[in-house]
């Protein structure tokens, strides 16, 4: 797997190279029954998002499915005390690079059981579930100060409005009583309508 991503690299001239992955939720591989099983697919594609900024949709924002060139990932930092280091991280990366090296074949498999550490934490609401605000910010901060705001405004809103409601699922599953269940979502909602304004009007939320 690290030989084909690197060989994507040097032979692209990417400084990011990545790969599929499968993800199966307690037992169940949803992309295999959707279809869209590519265990086994061969090719790549190079894909250059300041040329097309709506590709940042579609590019997961972990990072442990890349390999990165070092002298590129040497410039950028993982957040300190957030929950969500990746997303900002991988952000920032992903709108800094000229171009990727995307693989069509998955090489990881990750797996989501009931009983595991991670998921077993999920029950429990967490104060720093509101993380996802400041990393919001941390990266609008990042994009305005390298000149990357006038490309991908659009596309970064869209993805602060992605990863925020989605966080709202925490809140939804953590075992709690009903009524404070109640009052989470309202003050996250009210988050929401601070820190992301007309979020509603937006596409994705449309959808």
């Not at 999920?122 to 100060?145: A, G, H, R, S, V």
């Not at 404070?180 to 309508?193: A, G, Q, S, V």
Request: a neutral charge; one cysteine or more.
């Amino acid at each position: 797997m690290y030989y084909e991503l690197y060989s994507g690299i040097v032979q692209s001239d990417s400084d990011i190279a990545s790969c599929s992955f499968i993800k199966e939720i307690y037992g169940i591989d949803y992309r295999k029954i959707l279809g869209k099983d590519n265990r086994n697919l061969d090719g790549y594609s190079i894909i250059e998002p300041k040329k097309n900024p709506d590709s940042l949709c579609r590019i997961p924002v972990s990072c442990w499915d890349k390999l990165y060139r070092h002298s590129f990932i040497e410039k950028f930092s993982f957040p300190e005390n957030l929950k969500f280091e990746d997303y900002p991280m991988s952000i920032n990366m992903l709108g800094s690079t000229n171009q990727i090296f995307k693989m069509k074949r998955s090489y990881y498999h990750y797996r989501v059981r009931p009983n595991s550490l991670t998921t077993s934490d999920q029950k429990i609401f967490k104060p720093n579930t509101l993380d996802i605000f400041e990393c919001n910010d941390q990266i609008k901060k990042f994009y305005m100060e390298n000149g990357l705001l006038t490309i991908f405004e659009e596309i970064l809103n869209r993805i602060f409005i992605i990863n925020s409601i989605s966080q709202l699922i925490p809140i939804l599953s953590a075992s709690m009583p009903f009524s404070k269940k109640k009052c989470l979502i309202n003050y996250y909602i009210n988050l929401m309508d601070i820190e992301l304004s007309n979020w509603e009007a937006n596409d994705f939320y449309k959808e």
